[in-house]
C-alpha cells in the first residue's frame, strides 16, 4: 500500500514538474543561454525539493545588444540590480561572484569575464525565480549581455559557515614587500615546481598583487582522473583528491580558509560547449574525456599570504601528491574583490 502511494506521489511530481517546463520553455524558449526543457528535467530531477548550486561562467559582450546600451557589463549590472529582490524573495543566495582576475591550470581554455556561484534551496524554487513575472524584464539584460553562458549544476547543501575568527596569516590589509614576496614565491616554487596542477611564479606575482591586502577568492574547476594507481591498489581519481582534502584541512584551517563549495557536476548547458559534465551520475569519472569538468570547489582566503603559507605548509607539501595524481584536469580562476 505504501509503495503504491509513493508512486503515485512521484508521479504526481513528475506531472507538476513537466506543467513547469512547459511554462518556462514557452516563456524562455530553448536557445541560446536557456536551458532546454530536458535541462530542465535534470535540473528538477537532481534538486526537486533539495538544494542545488549554479556555478556560471560568463563570457560579456563588448557592446549589450540592443535594445540595450552600454557595454556587456553595464548591461548584467543591470540583470543583478533587477532580479536581485527576486532571488531574495525565493531564497537564494550568492556564495561567490566576481570579475575573473586571473586564470590559471592545465586546461584553462577561453576564461570567462566573471564567474557567479549561486545557491538555491531547491531546484523548484529556481523554477519560481524563472517565473516571476518580473523575471522576464530583468532576463533581457542578461540576453543582451552575454556573448556566452555555460552553466553548470551542482547538486547540495553548502558547507557550514565556520564561526569568525582571525583572518589567519597576513590578512591585516597591508600591501605586499617585493623582497619578501619574492623570497616566498622563490621558496613556493622550489617546493612544487611551475605549470600543470602548480602556478607558475608569474601566477603567483599575480595573485600577491591582487590578493595583498584582500582576500582571495578562488573558483576551481577539476576534471578527475578515471583511476590511480597506489601502493594499496588503485582507486578514483574522486578518491585520490578526497585524500588531498582530507590531507591538506589542517593547513587550510590554520590560514583562515573557508570552503564556499564543493560538490560534484550533474549536468551542464549553455550556449558554449567548451565545459561540460563528466557524467550524469555523481561519483563517476569522466572516463576519456579530458575536457570534462567532474567537480568545482570554491575557497576563500583572508589574503595571498595566507594561501601561500598553506602551500609552505609541511601537511599540505606532502597531501598535494594526491591532488597531482587525481586531477587531470584543473582549471582556477582567482576572482577579484567586490
Given at each position: ?8 506521489d512521484?508521479?504526481?511530481?513528475i506531472g507538476?514538474h ?10 524562455y ?8 526543457a ?5 535540473v ?17 559582450a563588448?557592446?549589450a545588444?540592443?535594445p540595450?546600451?552600454g ?9 543583478t540590480?533587477d ?15 566576481g570579475s575573473?582576475?586571473?586564470s ?20 523548484t ?13 530583468a532576463h533581457?539584460?542578461?540576453?543582451a549581455a552575454?556573448?556566452?553562458s555555460?552553466?553548470?549544476?551542482v547538486p547540495?547543501?553548502?558547507p ?5 575568527s582571525?583572518?589567519g ?6 600591501s605586499?614587500?617585493d ?9 613556493l616554487?622550489?617546493l ?9 611564479a608569474a601566477?603567483?606575482?599575480r595573485?600577491?598583487d591582487?590578493g ?8 576551481n ?7 590511480v594507481r597506489t ?8 578518491d585520490?583528491?578526497?585524500a588531498?582534502?582530507a590531507?591538506?584541512?589542517?593547513a ?11 560538490g560534484h ?5 549553455g550556449?558554449?560547449?567548451a565545459v561540460?559534465?563528466?557524467d ?19 575557497t ?11 602551500w ?7 597531501a ?19
Amino acid at each position: 500500500m505504501h509503495e503504491q502511494t509513493d508512486q503515485q506521489d512521484a508521479a504526481t511530481q513528475i506531472g507538476e514538474h513537466e506543467r513547469t517546463i512547459d511554462r518556462l520553455v514557452t516563456m524562455y524558449g530553448e536557445a541560446g543561454i536557456h536551458k532546454s526543457a530536458d535541462d530542465w528535467r535534470v535540473v528538477m530531477r537532481a534538486g526537486g525539493d533539495r538544494p542545488i548550486n549554479l556555478v556560471n561562467l560568463l563570457a560579456l559582450a563588448d557592446e549589450a545588444a540592443a535594445p540595450d546600451r552600454g557595454s556587456g557589463a553595464d548591461a548584467y549590472d543591470r540583470y543583478t540590480t533587477d532580479v536581485a529582490p527576486l532571488f531574495g524573495r525565493v531564497g537564494g543566495r550568492l556564495v561567490a561572484g566576481g570579475s575573473v582576475a586571473h586564470s590559471f591550470g592545465l586546461d584553462p581554455g577561453d576564461r570567462p569575464d566573471r564567474v557567479v556561484v549561486s545557491h538555491y534551496p531547491s531546484a523548484t524554487a529556481l523554477a519560481d525565480l524563472w517565473l516571476d513575472p518580473d523575471h522576464e524584464p530583468a532576463h533581457h539584460h542578461r540576453v543582451a549581455a552575454l556573448r556566452s553562458s555555460r552553466v553548470l549544476l551542482v547538486p547540495g547543501q553548502l558547507p557550514p559557515r565556520p564561526p569568525r575568527s582571525s583572518d589567519g596569516p597576513d590578512g591585516t590589509g597591508t600591501s605586499h614587500d617585493d623582497r619578501a614576496t619574492a623570497a616566498t614565491i622563490d621558496r613556493l616554487v622550489d617546493l612544487h615546481g611551475e605549470g600543470g596542477m602548480c602556478p607558475t611564479a608569474a601566477d603567483w606575482w599575480r595573485i600577491f598583487d591582487l590578493g595583498a591586502d584582500r582576500p582571495v577568492t578562488i573558483v576551481n574547476l577539476l576534471g578527475h582522473e578515471p583511476t590511480v594507481r597506489t601502493p594499496d591498489g588503485d582507486v578514483s581519481g574522486a578518491d585520490a583528491y578526497r585524500a588531498y582534502s582530507a590531507g591538506i584541512a589542517g593547513a587550510f584551517r590554520r590560514v583562515g580558509g573557508r570552503l564556499l563549495l564543493s560538490g560534484h557536476v550533474r549536468h551542464a548547458w549553455g550556449s558554449d560547449d567548451a565545459v561540460t559534465s563528466g557524467d550524469a551520475r555523481p561519483g563517476t569519472p569522466s572516463g576519456d574525456d579530458h575536457h570534462a569538468i567532474d567537480a568545482v570547489v570554491v575557497t576563500r582566503y583572508p589574503s595571498a599570504s595566507a594561501l601561500a603559507a598553506m602551500w609552505l605548509d609541511d601537511e599540505f607539501v606532502a597531501a598535494h601528491r594526491h591532488r597531482v595524481a587525481g586531477v587531470r584536469r584543473s582549471d582556477v580562476h582567482l576572482l577579484a574583490a567586490v
